[in-house]
């Protein structure tokens, strides 16, 4: 009685082991992925997950990135990479583009960039756009903003996915100056109004110039200023900072780091935020008491980035000047100034 009470209890244990045994095999291999490696491609077996598929492929790349060994005996010794605040001054040779750009490819970033081409500047946009699709951001998603009172001049320029342009009309004026002075406000409103969120970024560029190479991830970070190509031999003294007290540019002789360009500037939303904000209401509250800063907007930008110091610091490469001979210390020219006959393109020369 009691053997066939055990064996009664083995063969029932027996059949529930085969009975889940056999609803893994049944139910399981569609919840279990296989993965396939040949030639450093990979796929995962299952049809329905391609998503999951790129996530993982995404994963692979970064971790089975080959690049060169990184050295920190070798290196360029002809220029300066670091400001006395440790950030980073961006040359080339300094950094690996592909493996930037996989440590990006993981985050969903995104890249805002604005230009204005108010009045005859319409004619630079076209040149801007189309070197922008071939050497900006290629491969990520940006999204060009063009300023304009001229919307219907805007060129038609072919864009690859995931890029985009808006055009937002703005009123034409007879002053290049306060053109470059509301700048600030519409950059401010833009980010207020339009651009919020985790993960982008925002370029601000002038447009009468040009792509000439690469400009992308290596450009990022949270307060980003760019080296003017006019002064950085100089002396501080010699900057066309803003010299008179009374301005809110005002940066004295024995201040200053270094001259930065007007023409390009960027970073994260929340410091572009910043800094059109503080720029736009000193350059307003100089306006009421009858001041305008030596060189406009780019003066305010100097006073700021003295003040609050950028956390990456593009070197001359990101804005050079086409009608200046390349200087040694530049292995390659990204992004340039074009020549112009101020009088025949500017409303007042
Ligand atoms: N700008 C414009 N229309 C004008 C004057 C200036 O759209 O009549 C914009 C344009 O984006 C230009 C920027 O303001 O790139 C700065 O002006 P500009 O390039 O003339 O200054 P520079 O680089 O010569 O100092
Ligand atoms: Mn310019």
Known sequence: ???SKGRCVTVILLTTLLLMGMLYVYFGPPLRKEVVISNHEFHLVSPDHQRWDERIKKLWDYNHLRYPQPSIVKGRTDVVTLTPWLAPVVWEG???????????????????ATVFAVGKYIMFLKNFLETAEEYFFVGFKVHIYVFTDRPDEVPQVKMAPGRQLTVLPVPSSNRWQEISAR???LIQ?????????????IFCLDVDSKFHGRWGTESLGGLVAVIHPGYYWDPRSNFPYERRPQSRAYVAEEEGDFYYCGGAFGG?????LLLAKTCRSNFEADAKEGIEAAWQEESHLNRYMWINKPSKVLSPEYLWQDFKSRNS???????????KNYAEIRPNA
């Open 1 to 3: 009685m009691q053997a």
């Open 94 to 112: 300094t950094f690996n583009p592909d493996l930037l750009d996989s440590i990006y490819q993981q985050q969903d970033i995104s890249v805002a």
């Open 183 to 185: 700048r600030m406000e």
């Open 189 to 201: 409103k833009l980010i207020e109004e339009r651009l919020q969120g985790h993960g982008k970024y």
């Open 268 to 272: 994260s939303l929340e410091e572009v």
């Open 329 to 339: 210390e530049i292995h390659i020219i990204r992004f340039s100034g074009v020549v």
